[in-house]
């Protein structure tokens, strides 16, 4: 049986603790992967995760955005991965160049243009996925949030704004810019895009 | 590869979605949900927590919050030695009140008032004293706090005080005011005597220094200020400057005297008048009394008591003798000016007593030549004319006696003995 967001809402408010379990399910792997833009270490972003979504089940008492769920629940991830990082700064050790040697790497063209023959596709896309998303936590935070709300998790301007508490028309222009910024630095790094 | 403007946004937004998602693990989950379940029971313990960590800093705020209050807060000097009638008026129940025990605390605005025959001391412990003799209104005007810093002042508003300073403490001034005068001390021992009835403050010093500034209109103008030096004096009379300090008169010196014996227990006294008649008083062995507090002085005074008693008893000279000559050993051994000249005088009447007037006068003349700024030493050079006089017979030498109290001691109460021995022996 589905149940809608703003279902299970009404559930948890009722004191249903399991609806909030499903609810965890449903959107885990969206509010991870955007923590992830923000830390580039994938096991912080899903203990960051875990707490935002504690912060998140906290305030859903006085939740009354209907239909709005989920970018409510990426505004408690941006704000508890902030203050996160203001308190501790993840630092991307390595370097981001992408070693001479190393010439199996997948390229991101491979991936725009599909070039899937390649057996150890799925590993490789891993590794690239690490090196795109260092960079982008590298980026400042405008940048960073429009590449993840928008191109990552395909959100609408309208929304983006909201979650970033912003002007909608800034969304627009920060997003052309970060995309230009990330091509640019996968270049400068040796990645053919 | 077209890398134009338009491509390279779009490749980089095909890029990213792309991209492989991340499987959240099973393990993270399991904890979220543990968590989740036991969100209650976290809060209930952070809310313990915190409580408790609030409760120690609440506390700990309080408790320096209380020391710092006790710091800053007034310092209010006590009631102490209270002789005879002494009021205070309490300035915060605008009432007046019989000081009638020790350690009354004095407020600030607080009046302190003697009659015809009270004395007090006002005594901040290690900092002041003052004595405040009989007659005497002083009004506290300013208190320092518990560290010493801002203004004592004391307005004397009639009457005489007393000032022992003890202990000067950095930012804080101690000053007596009257009508005509600031008087403020260096670390000093003064006596501030205020005459409002003929608008004149007289201010002697015994030890250290004080500047006495007049109140006039123009308090900064030259000669308005004078430091007042020891054994010296000065008079400000209203609206005037002060006199230029000169030389304390003997008599003023030995009153400035009981500025040593401020607030301070008397260990050994001579039980004798102050009238005309003491002299005789003391030749007829005048009871000495011995403080009951335990110490070594006391213990061996009291043995010495024990042993005259029993010479009275047996009746035995020999006794007495041996019990003086304890008695003076003591002395000897504990040399202490604050009851040297008591015990001497005890001693002289003794020998006296018992027949051996040389070393009764030779005793007394002890007294006059070691102490010659006591108060008692008057009675000492009085009762060397009066054993010459009456009991070695010797008219001349009893005359030089009594000649020298008139010279030395002429406000003495032995002045009159001394003269009417003088009309005695001159007929």
Same mark, same amino acid.
């Given at each position: 049986?589905?149940? *809608?967001?703003?279902?299970?809402?009404?559930?948890?408010?009722?004191?249903?603790?399991?609806?909030?379990?499903?609810?965890?399910?449903?959107?885990?792997?969206? !509010?991870?992967?955007? !923590?992830?833009?923000?830390?580039?270490?994938?096991?912080?972003?899903?203990?960051?995760?875990?707490?935002?979504?504690?912060?998140?089940?906290?305030?859903?008492?006085?939740? *009354?955005?209907?239909?709005?769920?989920?970018?409510?629940?990426?505004?408690?991830?941006?704000?508890?991965?902030?203050?996160?990082?203001?308190?501790?700064?993840?630092?991307?050790?390595?370097?981001?160049?992408?070693? &001479?040697?190393?010439?199996?790497?997948?390229?991101?063209?491979?991936?725009?243009?599909?070039?899937?023959?390649?057996?150890?596709?799925?590993?490789?896309?891993?590794?690239?996925?690490?090196?795109?998303?260092? &960079?982008?936590?590298?980026?400042?935070?405008?940048?960073?949030?429009?590449?993840?709300?928008?191109?990552?998790?395909?959100?609408?301007?309208?929304?983006?704004?909201?979650?970033?508490?912003?002007?909608?028309? *800034?969304?627009?222009?920060?997003?052309?810019?970060?995309?230009?910024?990330?091509?640019?630095?996968?270049?400068?790094?040796?990645?053919?895009? | 590869?077209?890398?134009?403007?338009?491509?390279?946004?779009?490749?980089?937004?095909?890029?990213?979605?792309?991209?492989?998602?991340? $499987?959240?693990?099973?393990?993270?989950?399991?904890?979220?949900?543990?968590?989740?379940?036991?969100?209650?029971?976290?809060?209930?313990?952070?809310?313990?927590?915190?409580?408790?960590?609030?409760?120690?800093?609440?506390?700990?705020?309080?408790?320096?919050?209380?020391?710092?209050?006790?710091?800053?807060?007034?310092?209010?000097?006590?009631?102490?030695? =209270?002789?005879?009638?002494?009021?205070?008026?309490?300035?915060?129940?605008?009432?007046?009140?019989?000081?009638?025990?020790?350690? =009354?605390?004095?407020?600030?605005?607080?009046?302190?008032?003697?009659?015809?025959?009270?004395?007090?001391?006002?005594?901040?412990?290690?900092?002041?004293?003052?004595?405040?003799?009989?007659?005497?209104?002083?009004?506290?005007?300013?208190?320092?706090?518990?560290?010493?810093?801002?203004?004592? =002042?004391?307005?004397?508003?009639?009457?005489?005080?007393?000032?022992? @300073?003890?202990?000067?403490?950095?930012?804080?001034?101690?000053?007596?005011?009257?009508?005509?005068?600031?008087?403020?001390?260096?670390?000093?021992?003064?006596? #501030?005597?205020?005459?409002?009835? +003929?608008?004149?403050?007289?201010?002697?010093?015994?030890?250290?220094?004080?500047?006495?500034?007049?109140? #006039?209109?123009?308090?900064?103008?030259?000669?308005?200020?004078?430091?007042?030096?020891?054994?010296?004096?000065?008079?400000?009379?209203?609206?005037?400057?002060? #006199?230029?300090?000169?030389?304390?008169?003997?008599?003023?010196?030995?009153?400035?005297?009981?500025?040593?014996?401020?607030?301070?227990?008397? $260990?050994?006294?001579?039980?004798?008048?102050?009238?005309?008649?003491?002299?005789?008083?003391?030749?007829?062995?005048?009871?000495?009394? =011995?403080?009951?507090?335990?110490?070594?002085?006391?213990? $061996?005074?009291?043995?010495?008591?024990?042993?005259?008693?029993?010479?009275?008893? $047996?009746?035995?000279?020999?006794?007495?003798?041996?019990? +003086?000559?304890?008695?003076?050993?003591?002395?000897?051994?504990?040399?202490?000016?604050? @009851?040297?000249?008591?015990?001497?005088?005890?001693?002289?009447?003794?020998?006296?007593?018992?027949?051996?007037?040389?070393?009764?006068?030779?005793?007394?003349?002890?007294?006059?030549?070691?102490?010659?700024?006591?108060?008692?030493?008057? +009675?000492?050079?009085?009762?060397?004319? @009066?054993? @010459?006089?009456?009991?070695?017979?010797?008219?001349?030498?009893?005359?030089?006696?009594?000649?020298?109290?008139?010279?030395?001691?002429?406000?003495?109460?032995?002045?009159?003995?001394?003269?009417?021995?003088?009309?005695?022996?001159?007929?």
């Amino acid at each position: 049986m589905h149940f *809608s967001d703003q279902e299970l809402i009404e559930r948890i408010q009722k004191g249903d603790k399991q609806s909030f379990v499903v609810l965890f399910d449903r959107y885990k792997d969206k !509010i991870s992967d955007f !923590i992830y833009g923000y830390t580039g270490e994938y096991s912080i972003a899903q203990d960051l995760t875990i707490e935002s979504f504690l912060r998140a089940y906290d305030h859903l008492k006085t939740y *009354s955005e209907m239909g709005k769920f989920l970018p409510w629940l990426y505004t408690i991830a941006r704000t508890v991965t902030l203050n996160e990082l203001r308190k501790k700064k993840y630092h991307v050790e390595e370097s981001l160049e992408r070693p &001479v040697s190393d010439e199996m790497n997948l390229m991101p063209k491979d991936l725009i243009e599909d070039n899937t023959q390649r057996p150890d596709f799925n590993a490789r896309s891993k590794e690239l996925k690490d090196i795109v998303y260092r &960079v982008i936590a590298d980026m400042k935070n405008e940048h960073r949030d429009v590449l993840l709300l928008c191109d990552v998790e395909g959100m609408s301007y309208d929304d983006a704004a909201k979650v970033m508490k912003c002007n909608p028309a *800034s969304v627009g222009a920060w997003l052309k810019r970060a995309r230009k910024e990330l091509y640019d630095k996968l270049r400068s790094y040796g990645y053919e895009i | 590869m077209n890398n134009g403007k338009f491509d390279k946004e779009k490749r980089v937004e095909v890029l990213l979605k792309k991209l492989p998602k991340n $499987q959240f693990e099973e393990d993270k989950r399991q904890v979220f949900v543990s968590r989740l379940y036991n969100l209650e029971k976290i809060k209930e313990k952070r809310r313990i927590e915190r409580s408790k960590t609030v409760s120690l800093s609440l506390a700990a705020c309080l408790a320096l919050f209380i020391v710092g209050a006790h710091f800053l807060m007034p310092r209010n000097p006590v009631l102490r030695n =209270i002789n005879g009638t002494v009021k205070i008026y309490r300035a915060n129940r605008n009432e007046w009140i019989f000081a009638d025990r020790d350690n =009354i605390k004095i407020a600030k605005r607080d009046i302190v008032k003697t009659f015809e025959k009270g004395a007090v001391d006002i005594v901040l412990p290690n900092r002041y004293k003052v004595r405040l003799k009989n007659k005497t209104e002083i009004k506290l005007a300013s208190v320092t706090s518990f560290i010493g810093t801002g203004k004592t =002042i004391y307005e004397l508003e009639k009457g005489r005080s007393f000032t022992y @300073y003890e202990k000067s403490v950095r930012k804080n001034t101690f000053s007596i005011k009257t009508s005509q005068a600031m008087v403020s001390v260096i670390g000093t021992a003064f006596m #501030t005597e205020a005459l409002p009835t +003929i608008n004149k403050t007289w201010v002697g010093v015994l030890n250290g220094t004080v500047t006495v500034t007049g109140l #006039t209109s123009l308090p900064h103008e030259k000669g308005n200020i004078v430091y007042v030096k020891p054994g010296e004096k000065t008079i400000v009379r209203t609206g005037s400057k002060p #006199t230029v300090p000169v030389r304390l008169l003997e008599s003023e010196l030995m009153d400035l005297e009981e500025l040593f014996r401020i607030g301070e227990k008397q $260990q050994v006294a001579l039980l004798i008048s102050g009238g005309k008649n003491r002299v005789r008083e003391l030749l007829s062995v005048t009871p000495l009394y =011995i403080s009951s507090d335990e110490t070594e002085l006391s213990r $061996q005074v009291k043995e010495i008591v024990i042993s005259f008693s029993e010479a009275i008893k $047996q009746g035995s000279k020999d006794m007495h003798r041996d019990s +003086i000559k304890k008695l003076e050993e003591l002395v000897r051994t504990n040399p202490n000016p604050k @009851y040297e000249v008591q015990f001497l005088l005890f001693i002289g009447a003794y020998y006296n007593y018992l027949g051996d007037h040389e070393r009764s006068i030779s005793t007394f003349r002890k007294v006059v030549d070691d102490y010659p700024r006591s108060r008692l030493a008057s +009675i000492a050079q009085c009762a060397i004319g @009066y054993i @010459y006089e009456h009991h070695i017979k010797d008219k001349k030498k009893a005359l030089e006696a009594y000649y020298l109290v008139k010279a030395k001691y002429p406000y003495s109460v032995e002045m009159e003995e001394a003269l009417s021995g003088i009309a005695r022996l001159s007929q």
